[in-house]
C-alpha cells in the first residue's frame, strides 16, 4: 500500500513563503522520481517540480528562482520550499511517485491547498 502524505499548506500573504512535505511509504522512494503538481480551480493539474533519485531537479518556468524541490532518501521525504509567493500560486499541491523510464505517476497524495492572498 502506497501513501503519500503532504503537509505545510495554509494561507500566506504575497511575498511570503511556504513549504511543503510529503512523506512516503510502501513506495520504492529511493528510486523513484518524486514530484509535486498543483490544480486551480477550473484549471487541469499541472506539473510544478519533480527531482530523480539522483537529486536532478525540473521546475516549469513560472516558478524557476522562487521554489526548491528537495529530497531526503534517508526519511522518504520529499519537500518544495516556496519563497516569493504570487495570488497565481494559489492551487491545491500533489505529491507524486513516478517510476524512472514511465511518463505518469503511478500513486498521487491527497494535495494540500496554499492560498495566497492578502
Known amino acids: 500500500q502506497v501513501q503519500l502524505v503532504e503537509s505545510g499548506g495554509g494561507l500566506v500573504q504575497p511575498g511570503g513563503s511556504l513549504r511543503l512535505s510529503c512523506a512516503a511509504s510502501g513506495s520504492d522512494f529511493s528510486t523513484d522520481t518524486m514530484g509535486w503538481y498543483r490544480q486551480a480551480p477550473g484549471k487541469s493539474r499541472d506539473m510544478v517540480a519533480v527531482?530523480?533519485?539522483?537529486?536532478?531537479?525540473i521546475y516549469t518556468d513560472s516558478v524557476k528562482g522562487r521554489f526548491t524541490i528537495s529530497r531526503d532518501n534517508t526519511k522518504n521525504t520529499v519537500s518544495l520550499q516556496m519563497n516569493s509567493l504570487k495570488p497565481i500560486d494559489t492551487a491545491v499541491y500533489y505529491c507524486s511517485t513516478k517510476r524512472r523510464f514511465e511518463v505518469e505517476p503511478y500513486y498521487w497524495g491527497q494535495g494540500t491547498q496554499v492560498t495566497v492572498s492578502s
Open positions: 527531482i530523480t533519485s539522483g537529486g536532478k531537479a
